[in-house]
């Protein structure tokens, strides 16, 4: 009984909803694929530097995920796109870095 108690008070006090403003990773609602796209873009010569958030988000659409981790003065957030294989698993394939609200670098895998 004093288990169950216990166990009830952690969850109302520690529920994982308190911890979701202070998660830096968020995953978006973009498409698995969109990655596939983007790597062929910039294999035909697209450059995606210098492009603002929204531009991108118009451009090619959500990003897979979002890491708002920043690394000192190399980017302060990184947007993750991911590809999608032929056997139907996904991976992720295109991590854009942003500075300033603004894409810095890609880097496709």
Same mark, same amino acid.
């Given at each position: 009984?004093?288990?169950? %108690? @216990? %166990?009830?008070?952690?969850?109302?006090?520690?529920? !994982?909803?308190?911890?979701?403003?202070?998660? !830096?990773?968020?995953? @978006?609602?973009?498409?698995?694929?969109?990655?596939?796209?983007?790597?062929?873009?910039?294999?035909?010569?697209?450059?995606?530097?210098?492009?603002?958030?929204?531009?991108?988000? @118009?451009?090619?659409?959500? !990003?897979?995920?979002?890491?708002?981790? !920043?690394?000192?003065?190399?980017?302060d957030e990184k947007w993750i796109y991911s590809c999608e294989a032929k056997d139907g698993l996904t991976y992720d394939c295109v991590y854009l870095?942003?500075?300033?609200?603004?894409?810095?670098?890609?880097?496709?895998?």
């Amino acid at each position: 009984l004093f288990l169950s %108690l @216990a %166990l009830g008070i952690t969850i109302t006090i520690f529920s !994982p909803d308190s911890f979701a403003e202070d998660d !830096p990773i968020i995953v @978006a609602q973009g498409s698995k694929s969109s990655g596939n796209e983007v790597m062929k873009a910039v294999e035909a010569g697209k450059d995606y530097k210098g492009m603002t958030k929204e531009e991108v988000v @118009a451009e090619i659409g959500e !990003p897979w995920s979002k890491d708002s981790t !920043p690394v000192k003065a190399r980017y302060d957030e990184k947007w993750i796109y991911s590809c999608e294989a032929k056997d139907g698993l996904t991976y992720d394939c295109v991590y854009l870095y942003f500075m300033g609200g603004r894409v810095i670098n890609v880097e496709v895998l």
